[in-house]
């Protein structure tokens, strides 16, 4: 990071002139003037129960023109026997997974969209496992934009589903991820589309902090201890930071919670930064959890400085621990994760079990996608059906202890 400042507005620059590619920008505000503005006392006027409730901390202008659909603002629902069970204190679920898309990405991809139609673009792009594009194309749906879309061969149906039936100009790539996120890039510059990629794009994460804004309000300024988020990229557990540390900036929360980063085993080149404090070293990803399986993490400083700013930690869960967790979290919260969501979990799980975090911790999960996106995981997770013929007898001799 060279610390070059840069005006806001229509012609601001997306990465770092001097940096090149790899200088993320990071979106900064007036917070005197914010903080004059938003109090806890006018946020509970507020009417708004949406991601634009927090217009002053969002890089908008002052006509930005919003989608219908309501971003945002998901319930806050404590599990108390999900607590139990993995031996914490208390556990909150941020379920995200009821954004109109079904996916934390919803918050990003709004405001990406209304960048967009700011910077008089009519067509965004991105590259994407999955959920990115899937919100995208929703975004793009409500407000009237083309949307182009590569995926990767291998995303899951129920994600494909959703970009299709929202009208998007679908393009699968035969080729791994990065490969794919590097023709999305290049085809961005060369018909200059918009490009909503959290690797280039400053004002994704703006959008994604929100859900650390509705965190302290929800839970009515009293913040858990831990904050479990799933990494994949690292964009999502930045943005969690930037929400609460921006929150802490405006003097509405004392304390922000500490962060716990959960990467899937088997593909966790973040942790491994994290715990080397080394540069990033690029890995093949293995793993059933397709919204966290980044082999080249774009975000992956902001995620190690975020997690490390916070005074908390990383660590990796295997894919049974999520299915395991998949499960949990279905049958005692009653609450349906993906994989990647359901990993946040895991992580809890273990850092409990291992002691990372004292027990009897208070604790929240923030869960980033809904069950319904990769449902062959389900499957694969749950329990199976008993097949039995239409009679009673069958019935009582399956249902015996
Ligand atoms: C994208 C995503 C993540 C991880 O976010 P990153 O910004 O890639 O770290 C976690 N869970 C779900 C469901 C996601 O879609």
């Known amino acids: 990071m060279c610390g070059a400042e840069y005006p806001a507005g229509p012609r601001a620059p997306m990465t770092c002139p001097r940096c090149g590619i790899t200088g993320i920008l990071d979106v900064q505000y007036d917070y005197r003037a914010v903080a004059r503005r938003l109090t806890r006392r006018a946020l509970a006027r507020r009417t708004d129960f949406s991601e634009w409730r927090y217009r002053e901390l969002l890089p908008l202008g002052a006509r930005a023109h919003l989608p219908a659909l309501a971003v945002g603002w998901s319930p806050l629902e404590p599990a108390p026997a999900l607590a139990r069970h993995l ?156 929400g609460f540390r921006e929150m802490r900036t405006l003097g509405l929360i004392r304390r922000a919670p500490k962060l716990l980063g959960v990467q899937a085993a088997g593909a966790a080149p973040v942790t491994e930064a994290f715990r080397s404090g080394a540069a990033l070293r690029p890995v093949e990803p293995h793993t059933m959890a397709d919204s966290i399986a980044v082999g080249v993490p774009r975000n992956w400083k902001k995620a190690v400085d975020a997690v490390r700013e916070s005074g908390g930690t990383m660590l990796n869960v295997g894919d049974d621990e999520i299915q395991e967790a998949m499960r949990v979290t279905g049958r005692l919260a009653g609450v349906f994760a993906e994989p990647a969501a359901a990993a946040a979990v895991a992580g809890l799980a273990r850092a409990a079990r291992e002691g990372v975090i004292p027990r009897r911790a208070a604790t929240l999960a923030v869960i980033t996608g809904n069950g319904l996106k990769d449902t062959r995981a389900a499957l694969d997770a749950a329990p199976k059906p008993m097949d039995i013929p239409p009679d009673l007898a069958a019935v009582e001799a399956a249902l015996a202890p």
């Open 87 to 242: 031996g914490l204190g208390s556990l909150l679920l941020k379920d995200d997974g009821r954004n109109p898309s079904a996916s934390l990405k919803d918050r990003a991809s709004a405001v990406g969209a209304v960048k967009a139609l700011e910077a008089r673009k009519h067509t965004i792009a991105c590259a994407s496992t999955g959920n990115a594009a899937s919100s995208l194309a929703c975004m793009a749906a409500s407000l009237g934009l083309q949307a182009i879309i590569f995926v990767p061969e291998r995303a899951p149906e129920p994600k494909l589903a959703q970009l299709l039936t929202f009208g998007a100009t679908v393009l699968r790539v035969r080729g791994s991820y990065d490969q794919t996120w590097d023709i999305c890039q290049r085809s961005c510059e060369r018909w200059g589309w918009y490009n909503r990629n959290a690797a280039v794009n400053p004002f994704l994460v703006e959008g994604k902090k929100t859900v650390s804004l509705e965190i302290c309000e929800q839970a009515e300024w009293r913040l858990p201890e831990w904050v479990a988020v799933s990494v994949g990229d690292g964009c999502t557990i930045a943005g969690t930071w930037k």
